[in-house]
């Protein structure tokens, strides 16, 4: 059983940003971890994933050159660093880890945490 636990959000302005932290339970260090965020109104939708070694990174379009997903194995924890937050990115955010291959369905992730609320201002 894996426990995620996420922290680091926050209000923050308009060009601001964040560090998110998802600190995992047991060992995770064989497990690809994803993020994912749900605004109001909104379904849930893929933001970043991370392999297991942390080789390989995926994003999607909107958060390009603005997020940096890591991790740190040694820690169980993985990172979403977010840059020139808009005000699009209000959501909260989940991070989700998976036996197997980093991908951006969420139906893929076996363990969710229970989310940390961003919100940035205009």
Same mark, same amino acid.
């Given at each position: 059983?894996? +426990?995620?636990?996420?922290?680091?959000?926050?209000?923050? +302005?308009?060009?601001?940003?964040?560090?998110?932290?998802? *600190? *995992?339970?047991?060992?995770? =260090?064989?497990?690809?971890?994803g =993020?994912?965020? +749900? *605004?109001?109104? #909104?379904?849930?939708?893929?933001?970043? *994933?991370?392999?297991?070694?942390?080789?390989?990174?995926?994003? $999607?379009?909107?958060? #390009?050159?603005?997020?940096?997903?890591?991790?740190?194995?040694? #820690?169980?924890?993985?990172?979403?660093?977010?840059?020139?937050? #808009?005000?699009?990115?209000?959501?909260?955010?989940?991070?989700?880890?998976?036996?197997?291959? $980093?991908?951006?369905?969420?139906?893929?992730?076996?363990? =969710?945490g229970?989310?940390? +609320?961003?919100?940035?201002?205009?």
């Amino acid at each position: 059983q894996v +426990q995620l636990v996420e922290s680091g959000g926050g209000l923050v +302005q308009d060009g601001g940003s964040l560090r998110l932290s998802c *600190a *995992a339970s047991g060992r995770t =260090w064989s497990y690809a971890m994803g =993020w994912f965020r +749900q *605004a109001p109104g #909104k379904e849930r939708e893929f933001v970043a *994933a991370i392999s297991s070694s942390g080789g390989s990174t995926y994003y $999607a379009d909107f958060v #390009k050159g603005r997020f940096t997903i890591s991790r740190s194995n040694a #820690k169980n924890t993985a990172y979403l660093q977010m840059n020139s937050l #808009k005000p699009d990115d209000t959501a909260v955010y989940y991070c989700a880890a998976e036996q197997g291959r $980093a991908t951006m369905y969420g139906t893929d992730y076996d363990y =969710w945490g229970q989310g940390t +609320q961003v919100t940035v201002s205009s």
